[in-house]
T-cell receptor, first 115, second 108 residues
Framework: DTAVSQTPKYLVTQMGNDKSIKCEQN?????MYWYKQDSKKFLKIMFS???????INETVPNRFSPKSPDKAHLNLHINSLELGDSAVYFC??????????????FGPGTRLTVL | KNEVEQSPQNLTAQEGEFITINCSYS?????LHWLQQHPGGGIVSLFM???GKKKHGRLIATINIQEKHSSLHITASHPRDSAVYIC??????????FGQGTRLTINP
């Protein structure tokens, strides 16, 4: 069983479209994250949710809207896609959102290409 | 300048060599993570530490809080160790700040 799963794995779309990436974790974790990895392989946190509540929003354009229907899911919706949104997006989860000692489990990533 | 700096950025070595990857950070942290990103893209957490040293098999991670420095060592390196190794620090409760990664290639 996959601990943290993301769909789709690849997403190719035209500029201006709206798309969503889904993430699910079956680890019973309280906290979920979205990270963006750019073309230089640099990872940066975008959002963090703890028990469906937004905790971290790292100066991400408001075209990006995370949605957490329950604590096992954190979906990422992107409006009006731009060329610069092309990247690999990773979802992750950890057990306790407020502790500093929590291992994060990563999903396989979604490679988004905006044409 | 990044808050988390890794060196070297690229490292090529022969099978069996002892490998060291360094990570320095400039902010206060509660914990430091070493991650491994496979050529296929998947990311795996290797270590999470806040002091001292941890060992898993051929991998050893150390941290010196006073010097704001951590090292990841691989003993008896093997081609399957080829990957990108990423250092990340916990800044606050949940926020992870990442280094730029070190691409390691082990030749047979």
């Amino acid at each position: 069983d996959t601990a943290v799963s993301q769909t789709p794995k690849y997403l190719v779309t035209q500029m201006g479209n709206d798309k969503s990436i889904k993430c699910e974790q079956n680890l019973g974790h309280d906290t979920m994250y979205w990270y963006k990895q750019d073309s230089k392989k640099f990872l940066k946190i975008m959002f963090s949710y703890n028990n469906k509540e937004l905790i971290i929003n790292e100066t991400v354009p408001n075209r990006f809207s995370p949605k957490s229907p329950d604590k096992a899911h954190l979906n990422l919706h992107i409006n009006s896609l731009e060329l610069g949104d092309s990247a690999v997006y990773f979802c992750a989860s950890s057990q306790e959102g407020w502790g500093p000692y929590n291992e994060q489990f990563f999903g396989p990533g979604t490679r988004l290409t905006v044409l | 300048k990044n808050e988390v700096e890794q060196s070297p950025q690229n490292l090529t070595a022969q099978e069996g060599e002892f490998i060291t990857i360094n990570c320095s950070y400039s902010v206060g942290i509660s914990a430091l993570h070493w991650l491994q990103q496979h050529p296929g893209g998947g990311i795996v957490s290797l270590f999470m530490l806040s002091s001292g040293k941890k060992k898993h098999g051929r991998l050893i991670a150390t941290i010196n809080i006073q010097e704001k420095h951590s090292s990841l060592h691989i003993t008896a390196s093997h081609p399957r160790d080829s990957a990108v190794y990423i250092c990340a620090v916990n800044q606050g409760a949940q926020k992870l700040v990442f280094g730029q990664g070190t691409r390691l290639t082990i030749n047979p």
